[in-house]
């Protein structure tokens, strides 16, 4: 069945660093969705991909849809206090099947 | 605007209880399903449906029944609750169609149970 992996699993970065996560799958997707989690809240979608190579921006994030269709990557740059959560990946719903999501990555920003 | 509605917020019980967790949601979605969070497992899936009259189980099914009976509602059940189900529960809802772009999950804001 369909395995996503997330690394890092968690990271401490100073306020202005840039931040580099990454997703890898056992499956091939024609599409991944990045979401972000906040403390207390459900996840929200933060950036959606739906072709390989893809390369997205949304303000200070950038994604990028994997070449294999295996893999994505999320940056964030010049990170600010209320980046902090966990960031998830996943597929979209795009199919009869069940969607699972990565272990997700929490994000820590240091003042 | 109310997306995806889930009820209680927060809950207690006692090991062996019963109990249904609420989720509905008002954007005609065909694809629901509920997941648990727990500290460093990420969002694990248990059930999920497809439309109306159709579940399925995710990766850990055990211990939790689900329906739907209709496009709007999908309850999870807890028959008889354990202290390893004490968990933080999602429920979210999307759209189905092959080839659409709009399929992101929408999410409830979770229940908190705690099982003593």
């Known amino acids: 069945g369909q395995q996503l992996n997330q690394s890092p699993q968690s990271m401490f970065i100073q306020e202005g660093e840039d931040v580099s996560m990454n997703c890898t799958s056992s499956s091939i997707f024609n599409t991944w969705l990045w979401y972000k989690q906040e403390p207390g809240e459900g996840p929200v979608l933060l950036i959606a991909l739906y072709k390989a190579g893809e390369l997205t921006s949304n303000g200070r994030l950038t994604a990028q849809f994997g070449i294999t269709r295996k893999d994505s990557f999320l940056n964030i740059s010049a990170s600010i206090p209320s980046d902090v959560g966990i960031y998830f990946c996943?597929?979209?719903?795009?199919?009869?099947?069940?969607?699972?999501f990565g272990p997700g990555t929490s994000l820590s920003v240091i003042p | 605007n109310a997306g995806v509605t889930q009820t209680p917020k927060f809950q207690v019980l006692k090991t062996g209880q019963s109990m249904t967790l609420q989720c509905a949601q008002d954007m005609n979605h065909e694809y629901m399903s509920w997941y648990r969070q727990d500290p460093g497992m990420g969002l694990r899936l248990i059930h999920y449906?497809?439309?109306?009259?159709?579940?399925d189980q995710g990766e850990v099914p055990n211990g939790y029944n689900v329906s739907r009976s209709t496009t709007e509602d999908f309850p999870l059940r807890l028959l008889s609750a354990a202290p390893s189900q004490t968990s933080v529960y999602f429920c979210?809802?999307?759209?189905?169609?092959?080839?659409?772009?709009?399929?992101?999950?929408?999410f409830g804001q979770g229940t908190r149970l705690t099982v003593v």
């Open positions: 979210a809802s999307s759209y189905q169609t092959t080839g659409a772009r709009n399929t992101e999950a929408f």
């Open positions: 449906s497809v439309g109306a009259g159709i579940t």
């Open positions: 996943a597929p979209g719903v795009t199919s009869y099947d069940k969607v699972i």
